[in-house]
């Protein structure tokens, strides 16, 4: 009957558009290693990092070439990061500023730090540039989140502020 055979072409086509379609994502599915990951950027790698890094320009730091070897390192481990890495710099004393955002640009973060001027003649607070940072790791893109202090640590920048506050899991 005509019917059955208009029912039977309209389903031919269908079954054969299905078939297609699992054909090429097949395809798809093992072509993805190749593709690169700029054409894929809602995909992320998994390893990637948001750092901050806090510089302390605290005068205790301007004995010998302390400050010197701070920032060094920390250039040394920006250039040293992943493409997918974000990174942001901070410098403080009393007071913490941010001189770069979370940005994955490794180039920004580099030229900020050749910016930096000698320690300062303040003192040194460690809980401010420390919340400061868990405040810009709230807006990263990655899961993987680090805070990277460096500094000569000195023991009167450790205030009773600590004493009631803890850093965020992530």
Known sequence: PKEMVRRRRLRDILLMAIRAGIVGLLALAFARPFLPPQLLPFASDENAESVVYLIDQSFSMGEGDRYERAVAEVGRRIDASAADDESAVVVFSDA?????????????????????????????????????????LSEARNENQRIVLVSDLQSSGW?????NWKLSPS
């Open 159 to 163: 205030s009773g502020s600590f004493d």
């Open 96 to 136: 913490a500023e941010q001189l770069s955002g979370l940005e994955k640009e490794n180039d920004v973060a580099l030229a900020v730090l050749g910016t930096l001027e000698s320690p300062s003649f303040r003192t040194t607070d460690f809980y401010q540039p420390i919340r400061f940072a868990e405040e810009i």
